[in-house]
T-cell receptor, first 109, second 118 residues
Framework: AQKVTQAQTEISVVEKEDVTLDCVYE???????LFWYKQPPSGELVFLIRRNSFDEQNEISGRYSWNFQKSTSSFNFTITASQVVDSAVYFC??????FGAGTRLTVKP | KAGVTQTPRYLIKTRGQQVTLSCSPI?????VSWYQQTPGQGLQFLFEYFSETQRNKGNFPGRFSGRQFSNSRSEMNVSTLELGDSALYLCASSFLPHHAGTGENIQYFGAGTRLSVL
């Protein structure tokens, strides 16, 4: 089965807190790609990161970091020192553009 | 470089009518995909076009159709609208087909067209 699960429907944090968004996937493919997108209130999905199944190195980009663990089929996303502008819905997706249900993150000042 | 442009941004229709949505991809991108986003079903893939040919199709009824022009612009049409068709319709473009190969091509999304069916 091809499936992406984002168990956290909504998360609310106070500014400057760290927050981790979980993503668990199922795929029958041996080579695959995973994506994270951010959807702010404007509606447009903004590409954040792509990771292929052969690269299990963690990725850091500024306050954003991603932890890919093939053994647990997880691709989690952490925002360090969250800011109000991080408030959005975050989607994890498989290479066939099968999306998770999304996690709505609210960062309060 | 201009992003993906979708028009119109908002649309109100009544049941039974038909609607056409438009998408202009990023310059140089030849693949356009369409998605439907609803609170209940989330983001669902509708279809993908590349070089004026439909490359892949999601699990939607035949009332949903699309086409792509030689300049890569794409239109999506929904006929005989139902209340359940109310949704945000998102268009995404990429240089190569996303649903070919291993799907490594990154898709860039427009802001969407919000369709309300009354």
């Amino acid at each position: 089965a091809q499936k992406v699960t984002q168990a956290q429907t909504e998360i609310s944090v106070v500014e400057k807190e760290d927050v981790t968004l979980d993503c668990v996937y199922e795929t029958r493919d041996t080579t695959y790609y995973l994506f994270w997108y951010k959807q702010p209130p404007s509606g447009e999905l903004v590409f954040l990161i792509r990771r292929n199944s052969f690269d299990e190195q963690n990725e850091i980009s500024g306050r954003y970091s991603w932890n890919f663990q093939k053994s647990t089929s997880s691709f989690n996303f952490t925002i360090t020192a969250s800011q109000v502008v991080d408030s959005a819905v975050y989607f994890c997706a498989l290479h066939d553009m099968r999306f998770g249900a999304g996690t709505r993150l609210t960062v309060k000042p | 470089k201009a992003g993906v442009t979708q028009t119109p941004r908002y649309l109100i229709k009544t049941r039974g009518q038909q609607v056409t949505l438009s998408c202009s991809p990023i310059s140089g991108h030849r693949s356009v995909s369409w998605y439907q986003q609803t609170p209940g079903q989330g983001l669902q893939f509708l279809f993908e076009y590349f070089s004026e040919t439909q490359r892949n199709k999601g699990n939607f009824p035949g009332r949903f159709s699309g086409r792509q022009f030689s300049n890569s612009r794409s239109e999506m049409n929904v006929s005989t609208l139902e209340l359940g068709d109310s949704a945000l319709y998102l268009c995404a473009s990429s240089f190569l087909p996303h649903h070919a190969g291993t799907g490594e091509n990154i898709q860039y999304f427009g802001a969407g067209t919000r369709l309300s069916v009354l």
